[in-house]
């Protein structure tokens, strides 16, 4: 499946996986770039020389095209989009505000800009600063959303603007794939499907919860503050929901989360840590090697738009 994005990037399948905070590290990234896809090293809130360490071993083990994520929140951000274009990283995608202060520094570098929307105005204004492309993401996503669904941003985005869209949101197999190919997408980003990668090195128990769960054991946080955070429900999600309806202040309810996804990602805490993950966490069944998991799904998606 030869597109605009599959072109741009370099990659065999337009397959993208997600930047995810304290998940997206080499292991991972690696593994989904040498199986066709392009593989993101999750920037989050990491100094930049534990981003500096990623990419050197990711390139010790594959010499197919990767990327990094770059959380603009973070207080490392500047030092991380220096790094990049220090070490020659050819694609990035940022989320959590715009990189227009980056843009001329990574383009002369060069670099493939990415940046991740949820709105038909946040895609336009990203094209005027000279995006190559961006990643529509719907409300179905796991962590941060906005408030469209995937089905509605998608087609208002590819209307909206002339750069490729990248599908985000819901998407966890062939049938999405297609589905978003439809809408006028030409690739799509995912990242709950991949938390049960083999080669992902979050604790087990965060795995057993994405493959255990089912279709309605999605919960939103802080959507009363504008901070809306989506991940699997447990303990933690039912007292943030709890104070949040008594009226409790953004940083009383903050200060619950404080640390909480790398509690669950890396010490496996999945009663009072943060489950990241989307909707589609009840269609994750099986645990596989990103190779499998990325032919499966493209199999499935060449069958359904009748390319096979």
């Not at 997206?24 to 593994?31: H, K």
């Not at 990419?55 to 095209?65: L, S």
């Not at 998606?301 to 096979?308: M, N, S, W």
């Amino acid at each position: 499946m030869k597109t605009r994005v599959t072109e741009l990037l370099g990659i065999q399948h337009p397959i993208i996986q997600g930047g995810m905070a304290w998940v997206a590290e080499n292991n991972l990234a690696a593994a989904v770039s040498e199986a066709g896809g392009l593989g993101l090293v999750g920037g989050a809130s990491a100094p930049g020389a534990v981003i500096r360490d990623y990419i050197r071993k990711i390139r010790e083990v594959t010499d197919k095209p990767f990327g990094v994520n770059v959380m603009l929140m973070s207080p490392y951000a500047d030092e991380v989009a220096e790094i990049l274009v220090e070490e020659g990283v050819k694609v990035v995608t940022t989320g959590a505000g715009s990189p227009e202060k980056y843009m001329k520094m990574w383009k002369e570098a060069g670099v493939r800009v990415i940046p991740v929307v949820s709105s038909v105005a946040m895609a336009k204004r990203m094209e005027r600063v000279g995006a190559d492309a961006v990643v529509a993401e719907g409300m179905e996503s796991g962590g941060h959303i906005g408030e469209a669904t995937t089905m509605t941003l998608v087609p208002q985005v590819v209307d909206a603007v002339s750069i490729p869209v990248i599908a985000a949101g819901g998407i966890g197999d062939g049938r999405g794939i297609a589905a978003s190919f439809m809408l006028g997408a030409e690739a799509v980003q995912m990242g709950t499907r991949f938390l049960v990668a083999k080669e992902c090195t979050v604790h087990q128990n965060y795995k057993d919860r994405v493959l255990k769960a089912k279709d309605i054991d999605s919960a939103v946080t802080g959507r009363s503050h504008g901070h809306p955070v989506r991940c699997l429900r447990n303990q933690m999600t039912r007292e943030y929901i709890r104070l949040e309806a008594e009226g409790k202040s953004f940083e009383e309810l903050e200060y619950l989360t404080l640390g909480s996804l790398r509690k669950a990602v890396q010490e496996g805490d999945v009663r009072n840590g943060t489950i990241m993950a989307g909707q589609i966490a009840g269609m994750v069944t099986k645990e596989q090697t990103c190779q499998e998991m990325i032919d499966e799904m493209m199999e499935q998606a060449e069958t359904l738009l009748r390319i096979k």
